[in-house]
């Protein structure tokens, strides 16, 4: 990728974008990674409220899995689920 | 009581992308205290693990306007950005009300940042002030600051031959806050989410400066699974070690009364930080510890009925 | 068009705070300092009396001043600051800051020296330690020119092709507390000159939010310093033009200097500030002798107007660069080193030597000046300086 050159950079070093850091993939970073059950979820959010980054992704107040571009698989969402195994599971990547 | 589900549906100020470790505590309160702002936020933030993390140029993790200047005046900054909203709202060049919200580690806030954050609670600009305590310079690699506990190990406070970590106790910032007589000032712990978030909605409603210092923990430098950072957060809670409570306009309400106070040893062997206390010869140390999350503990317990009385 | 104007008897700090008042700033965030403190005890009383809308913060240290002047200007709103000495080194930190993140604050600055020894009184030593900052810096002779200056910065900070801050420096207590006549501008010529600050970017944009103060790693630092050494480039034009401009509703004109019988002089002092007072003084004296003595006062020392200054002393013989401050290189003063570096290139070059005067308050009077001129006679005898670095007037 060519770096714009000086003239082309917004003043002042600040960045004019909403959260563009979503083209940053920190999914990369994970050994383990989240694999999720839709059938044993019961959708109390609770991995969504827990999750740093957030990469989980819901819709309508629902469980719609992992958003694996960004999940870093620190595996709070598989420790803290309340369905433990039945919903979500740690596995090497 | 507002439910997860509610909670999801609301907008998401942190993206994803950010570059904070694994299992990181701060992103955490940031998402969740970020909701209960109602309606447009200015986002303040010391330097720190937060503020490098998400924003490396020409990435930002903000969906809402945010400032960072330096490490030590977080709160002078956004006292600043607060005058500016009174100035501009008087002469019609702003319409909105506007939320102020300031992030900064312990570092930035219990050590550098204590003046000015002092000056701003004093002045008592409308901003919420979020401390995430995750007890040490993590940014910089682990050195002692004065919210680390008494007995962690830290690369400035290190375990040797005729040493067992930190000596001293923490600081107590809420307290320090709180004697601020600023209308609210509360602690707060990610595990206990709608607790939090309860507290984050009176901190932005309320008339004047709000302190809130959050629980934040630090897989790597408390040296303990990035999957296990809410359930110690847990013990941190239900030791006592980390009490849930808030002063309103000067009365005390402790938001959460463990139903069995758990020995601060739970807490403690969770977290390699404190694995050496646990050797032969630092029983001592665990003892001491134990007796000042008692003196504190009962002490708290005494000021809510004092100021309630 | 006749000039509006109004003849008042005002300290330098009542003068700047009218200039201020005038101004009506958005937000003024500021911390008490000798000898600048009644710049905002003056504005604070305007504030108490409903004459200024302005929002005041009166933090709790100079390093909070500038942090909230910052969050204010990036929050869109006109800031302004003023400090002097230990006040303007507490802040050096956030001065980068501010010019980092390129927004037009003006401060005045009432030179005062900086501790150890602590004193009170007036030198340069506070704002020659903070020339690398990415400030403008604008010095001025006596009340007149720090109202005048303060005006004129404003404009120029904000100028769409600078967006930089801007110091107004003047010296602690000769200028600050001494009680000059000098003419104000009405309310309402200053408000239009000032005209309304349209900031590019602002925290209360809620549409499209802007991230400020980013970590900013190798693949891009270098390009954000280039962008606001442009800006200072860029400065020097502005600077000229609005001084134009100013000199059409007041009638004073202002540059990069004063000269004072500069034209044809042989010999040439160079100082800042309130010294060049003095320093004409005995150049009308010596003048009525038939000697060729002169006086430039430089105006704007960032950006270095080096062409412009060089071009000024092309005609001297031997040219004395006094400067307020000592800087420890022992190669003489700061203004003194980055004159004589701006001649390197220039085909004929004055004798030039330095003298570090007035530190700490020490009075600098006509005997000294004329001392001074009397060495340059006789450096220009002798075809050579006896001296390149003197601490004038101290005993041995």
């Given at each position: 990728m060519s770096l714009k050159g000086y003239k082309d950079l917004p003043e002042g070093g600040v960045i004019p974008e909403r959260g563009n850091s979503v083209l940053y993939k920190?999914?990369?970073?994970?050994?383990m990674k989240p694999v999720y059950y839709p059938e044993g979820c019961v959708h109390c959010l609770l991995c969504w409220a827990f999750c740093p980054e957030p990469a989980i992704k819901v819709e309508n107040g629902r469980m719609l899995g992992i958003?694996?571009?960004?999940?870093?698989?620190?595996?709070?969402?598989?420790?803290?689920?309340?369905?433990?195994?039945?919903?979500?599971?740690?596995?090497?990547e | 009581m507002a439910s997860?589900?509610?909670?999801?549906?609301?907008p998401e100020v942190l993206a994803p992308g950010h570059r904070l470790c694994a299992g990181c505590g701060a992103p955490i309160v940031v998402r969740m205290i970020t909701r209960a702002a109602k309606g447009p936020l200015v986002v303040a933030n010391a330097t720190g693990c937060l503020e490098v993390s998400t924003t490396i140029y020409p990435y930002t993790s903000w969906n809402t306007p945010w400032i960072h200047t330096a490490f030590e005046n977080a709160a002078a900054t956004a006292s600043g950005v607060e005058a500016a909203y009174h100035a501009l709202k008087r002469r019609g060049k702003v319409d909105k009300d506007i939320n102020i919200v300031v992030f900064g580690g312990d570092g930035g806030t219990y050590d550098i940042g204590f003046q000015s954050l002092s000056g701003a609670m004093e002045r008592n600009h409308k901003l919420v002030y979020v401390c995430y305590d995750n007890g040490a310079y993590m940014n910089t690699g682990i050195q002692r600051s004065s919210a680390t506990p008494k007995g962690a190990n830290t690369t400035t406070s290190p375990v040797g031959k005729v040493s067992y970590g930190k000596r001293e106790n923490r600081k107590d910032l809420t307290e320090i806050m709180a004697a601020h007589n600023i209308p609210y000032a509360a602690q707060v712990s990610p595990s206990h989410w709608n607790d939090l978030y309860q507290k984050a909605e009176k901190a932005f409603a309320a008339n004047g400066a709000a302190f809130i210092n959050a629980f934040a923990p630090c897989p790597r430098g408390w040296r303990h699974d990035t999957k296990d950072t809410i359930e110690i957060c847990r013990l941190a809670v239900d030791t006592c070690f980390w009490p849930l409570y808030e002063v309103v306009d000067g009365k005390y309400r402790v938001t959460y009364k463990p139903r069995e106070k758990k020995p601060v040893t739970e807490f403690l062997k969770a977290q390699g930080r404190f694995s050496h206390l646990f050797q032969p010869g630092n029983e001592e140390v665990l003892e001491a510890i134990q007796k000042e999350v008692d003196r504190k503990w009962e002490e708290l317990l005494k000021l809510e009925e004092l100021s309630n009385s | 068009m006749a000039l509006e104007t109004k003849q008042v008897a005002m300290t330098g700090n009542e003068a700047v705070a009218n200039a201020i008042k005038q101004i009506n700033p958005d937000v003024i965030a500021a911390y008490p300092i000798t000898p600048q403190t009644d710049i905002v005890q003056y504005y604070s009383s305007f504030v108490a009396d409903g004459q200024v809308d302005t929002q005041m913060v009166t933090v709790e240290s100079e390093h909070s001043a500038m942090s909230a002047t910052i969050g204010a200007s990036a929050a869109g709103a006109r800031a302004m600051t003023a400090t002097s000495s230990q006040g303007l080194a507490l802040m050096h930190e956030m001065l980068h800051i501010a010019s980092g993140f390129r927004l037009p604050i003006v401060m005045p600055v009432v030179n005062r020296a900086v501790s150890a020894p602590i004193n009170i009184h007036c030198d340069h030593s506070d704002t020659m330690a903070a020339l690398t900052t990415g400030w403008l810096q604008i010095y001025s002779e006596n009340a007149q020119e720090a109202y005048d200056n303060v005006i004129q910065a404003m404009r120029i900070a904000e100028d769409p092709r600078v967006r930089l801050p801007v110091m107004v420096c003047y010296d602690g207590f000769i200028t600050s507390h001494a009680v000059e006549n000098l003419f104000l501008l009405p309310d309402e010529t200053v408000k239009q000159f000032v005209g309304e600050y349209n900031p590019k970017h602002t925290l209360f944009d809620f549409d499209s939010p802007v991230t400020f103060g980013p970590l900013v790693l190798p693949d891009y630092f270098s390009e954000i310093k280039a962008q606001e050494a442009d800006a200072m480039r860029a400065a020097k034009e502005v600077i000229l033009e609005i001084a134009e401009e100013f000199a059409k509703i007041s009638g004073r004109k202002y540059g990069y200097y004063e000269g004072y019988h500069l034209e044809d002089a042989e010999r040439v002092i160079v100082v800042l500030s309130s010294t060049a007072g003095t320093a004409k003084e005995v150049v009308d004296e010596l003048r009525a002798q038939g000697e060729k003595v002169g006086l430039m006062k430089p105006r704007v020392i960032r950006p270095f107007p080096a062409e412009e200054f060089v071009k000024a002393l092309s005609g001297a013989k031997v040219v004395a660069v006094m400067d307020r401050a000592e800087t420890f290189s022992t190669q003489g003063g700061q203004l003194f080193t980055e004159l004589r570096a701006a001649f390197y290139e220039a085909p004929t070059k004055p004798l030039m030597r330095n003298y570090i005067f007035g530190l700490g308050g020490r009075d600098t009077t006509t005997a000294e000046i004329r001392r001074v001129f009397e060495d340059l006679k006789k450096d220009q005898e002798r075809g050579s300086v006896d001296r390149k670095v003197t601490h004038l007037d101290v005993r041995v």
């Open positions: 920190t999914g990369e970073w994970r050994s958003d694996y571009d960004h999940c870093k698989g620190c595996g709070i969402c598989a420790r803290e689920c309340p369905r433990k195994e039945k919903a979500l599971q740690m596995v090497r | 997860l589900k509610e909670l999801s549906a609301l | -």
